[in-house]
T-cell receptor, first 114, second 112 residues
Framework: DGGITQSPKYLFRKEGQNVTLSCEQN?????MYWYRQDPGQGLRLIYY???????QKGDIAEGYSVSREKKESFPLTVTSAQKNPTAFYLC?????????????FGPGTRLTVL | DQQVKQNSPSLSVQEGRISILNCDYT??????FLWYKKYPAEGPTFLIS???IKDKNEDGRFTVFLNKSAKHLSLHIVPSQPGDSAVYFC???????????WGAGTKLIIKP
């Protein structure tokens, strides 16, 4: 089955610790994205990548880092510099083949800072 | 500054009736619009989209209408079913810029 997997589904972190969220896709999509969702708000873009070894900051990149060493993988690290990391994190991917391409999402990771 | 607005946080509709979800935008450069459906603790699922060269797009029970002069789009669901109860997000993009700008979502509740 083609799709996007995120792990873990739930993650607890102590303040001051870095944590890495996994995102893998087997859709052969070039582009991958990380979003954050907070209650009552839309999705906000953290980082995105359109090609291996290249990525761009989104609207709320401060306190986060990413890497894109493989086309299939786009892990997100939430660093201790992120002031309010408790949120629902969503990874997405899309093709770049057409003019318009919808994004496909993984199931999400809920991060809670204790 | 919210470029994509969904002004109704929630909407309650009787099963079998029409559900109409609304979305307004401010950026006249947007030329592609999408609707996503999201269940709690899951990722959004793509529903339907429309490009700015059209004013209507239909897919089964779902129809999206675009009014460019009013900078308004709406999603119609007919007939509404219990499984349609979810949060619906409107999103928009500019040309080949693959970033999507999202609304805050509308929670749709279908009453039996």
């Amino acid at each position: 089955d083609g799709g996007i997997t995120q792990s873990p589904k739930y993650l607890f972190r102590k303040e001051g610790q870095n944590v890495t969220l996994s995102c893998e896709q087997n859709l052969n999509h070039d582009a991958m994205y990380w979003y954050r969702q907070d209650p009552g708000q839309g999705l906000r873009l953290i980082y995105y990548s359109q090609i291996v070894n290249d990525f761009q900051k989104g609207d709320i990149a401060e306190g986060y880092s990413v890497s894109r060493e493989k086309k299939e993988s786009f892990p997100l690290t939430v660093t201790s510099a992120q002031k309010n990391p408790t949120a629902f994190y969503l990874c997405a991917s899309s093709s770049l083949a057409g003019v318009y391409n919808e994004q496909f999402f993984g199931p999400g990771t809920r991060l809670t800072v204790l | 500054d919210q470029q994509v607005k969904q002004n109704s946080p929630s909407l309650s509709v009787q099963e079998g009736r029409i559900s109409i979800l609304n979305c307004d935008y401010t950026n006249s450069m947007f030329d592609y619009f999408l609707w996503y459906k999201k269940y709690p603790a899951e990722g959004p699922t793509f529903l339907i989209s429309i490009s700015s060269i059209k004013d209507k797009n239909e897919d089964g029970r779902f129809t999206v209408f675009l009014n460019k002069s009013a900078k308004h789009l709406s999603l119609h669901i007919v007939p509404s079913q219990p499984g349609d109860s979810a949060v619906y997000f409107c999103a928009a993009s500019v040309g080949s810029n693959y970033q999507l700008i999202w609304g805050a979502g509308t929670k749709l509740i279908i009453k039996p």
